[in-house]
Each structure stands twice: as C-alpha cells, then as structure tokens.
C-alpha cells in the first residue's frame, strides 16, 4: 500500500504498490501505525486530528518498550474522595516490558512515570 485517501461517499481509495487503485466502504490497516505517518501517503481527512495526535504521539520500539507523550501528567491523578491513585495501570494490546509516559512539568524539564509492575513515579 502506497496511498490512501477518503473519497465520495466517505469511502477509502487505496494505491498499493504495483500502481492499482480500488476504492472500498471501509479499509482495516493491520500494520504498525507509524507507517501511517512515515511510509503510505494518507488523505488528513482519513482520521479526526484527535486520532492523528495519538498516532502521532505513540512509538513502539521493538515492541517491549512504548513511549508516549502525553499533555498532563494524569498518572498523578488522585480521587478527591478517596485521596487514592485514580489511575492504578496502563493497559496496552501489545506485550510491553514497560510503558512511559512523558510529560513537560512547568519548569520545562520533562517529567516521566513508568507503569511497569513495581516501578515509581519519577
């Protein structure tokens, strides 16, 4: 697959590698994400821009590792009634080793939490 776009009637036209073009009611992309974004030329208007961030925003590497940027560090969430950690895990379809979520404190330096079993917030 080297193309896709959104067409009349809200249907997927895809160019795959050989120049062939078909156009479908509705297209499942089962490669990573990032290939979205760095190998297959996309229509913008495929995705909302909220699901183009998350894409954007989610890096694998070599599948035990994730790596996510996020806007707020709701890892340190607390339930107002319990005092307790609102957010207990993070829960992935992929088999991680360890997911990090990166955030910018006021300062500016980055702050981290790792939500491997037994780590801590950083």
């Known amino acids: 697959m080297t193309r896709l776009n959104?067409?009349?009637?809200n249907?997927?036209?895809?160019?795959?590698?050989?120049?062939?073009?078909r156009t479908y009611?509705?297209?499942?992309?089962?490669?990573?994400?990032?290939?979205l974004l760095s190998k297959i030329a996309c229509d913008d208007s495929l995705f909302p821009i909220d699901h183009w961030t998350a894409i954007e925003r989610t890096h694998y590497m070599e599948s035990s590792k994730l790596f996510v940027p996020v806007d707020r560090p709701f890892w340190l969430d607390k339930d107002e009634d319990t005092g307790r950690?609102?957010?207990s895990m993070t829960l992935t379809?992929?088999?991680?080793?360890?997911?990090?979520?990166?955030?910018t404190a006021r300062t500016g330096r980055p702050r981290s939490a790792s939500r491997t079993p037994g780590a801590t917030t950083a």
């Not at 249907?11 to 073009?21: E, F, K, L, P, Q």
């Not at 009611?25 to 290939?35: E, G, K, L, N, Y």
């Open 6 to 9: 959104r067409t009349a009637g």
């Open 93 to 103: 379809d992929r088999m991680t080793r360890g997911t990090y979520l990166w955030t």
């Open 85 to 87: 950690d609102v957010m």
């Open 11 to 21: 249907r997927i036209t895809v160019t795959d590698a050989s120049g062939d073009i």
């Open 25 to 35: 009611r509705a297209a499942v992309f089962t490669a990573q994400s990032w290939m």
